[in-house]
């Protein structure tokens, strides 16, 4: 009986055994010269599958008892997917040929698919920098607007990029998401002396700044002038003429009165 009982206390034990994991470790920044990193997840668990995700693409799996027990997928960004080891404590990878699209939300999952169902997760960003970090392409400004001209402006990000404008260091709401930037000009959202605009693209990845591009535009004073000029000059053109029939005239009124004293 005591055997059993023991038996049964041990059983018991198993049943109560955390499934939870412990411990994730994945490089916060990694430098532009550094082109491989090791992540790795472990567990305290009685788990049957275990998955690899950066966002919502998974890039490795793992089940063990199974012919064969791991199984990698191509994610944007990694060149190559090596596993070190993984058992029943821990999972260790190498990541190779990293790009900056590399960077991320890194994610380990632990799930038993069998009674008694149970899942773990933890998440961890990577930011890996490169040579000439990537920025978003800002097109269509002008260098000068006047009033009543629309600005217009299209950012290209990466797709799972998330787009966010700013004018004067201030968020354009209305516009977040949006690759198209439109808005009317007019003097008061110029600032500074001699008056600008600064027009700021942003993307985000996971409400992490990941590029910024911004560009600065004038505002046109001699586009604000009006007409005026053009027909003063035409006035005076005007006067002129006035002035030369007058003198023509004059001339002519003198050379009849001394003809007529003449004679």
């Known amino acids: 009986m005591l055997v059993l009982a023991l038996l049964l206390t041990m059983c018991a034990a198993a049943r109560a055994r955390n499934f939870n994991i412990t411990y994730l470790r994945v490089p916060q920044v990694v430098p532009a010269h550094q082109k491989e990193v090791e992540i790795e997840c472990r ?12 966002g919502s693409h998974e890039f490795f799996r793992y089940r063990p008892g199974t012919t064969p027990s791991t199984r990698s997928f191509p994610i944007l960004g990694v060149g190559t997917i090596e596993m070190l080891a993984c058992g029943p404590s821990y999972c260790h990878l190498k990541l190779g040929s ?26 961890a960003h990577m930011e890996v920098h490169g040579e000439g970090h990537r920025r978003p392409l800002l097109e269509g400004l002008a260098e000068e607007y006047r009033d009543g001209d629309v ?38 959202i110029f600032m500074g002396v001699p008056p600008k605009i600064s027009v700021q693209c942003a993307e985000f990845r996971h409400e992490r700044v990941y590029g910024s591009k911004e560009h600065k535009a004038a505002w046109s004073e001699i586009g604000q002038m009006s007409q005026e000029p053009p027909k003063a000059k035409n006035n005076a053109n005007a006067s002129n003429t006035h002035l030369g029939l007058l003198s023509i005239l004059l001339d002519v009124f003198i050379r009849y009165i001394v003809l007529c004293v003449a004679l």
């Open 43 to 54: 567990y305290d668990a009685n788990f049957t599958l275990l998955s690899w995700f950066k």
């Open 98 to 123: 990293l790009t900056t699209e590399a960077s991320g939300l890194y994610r380990c999952d632990i799930e038993r698919d069998v009674p008694p169902y149970k899942f773990a997760t933890k998440t």
């Open 151 to 188: 600005i217009q402006a299209y950012c290209r990000a990466s797709p799972d990029s998330e787009i966010r404008w700013y004018i004067n260091g201030q968020e354009v709401e209305e516009m977040r998401g949006s690759t198209n930037l439109k808005k009317k000009s007019s003097r008061f």
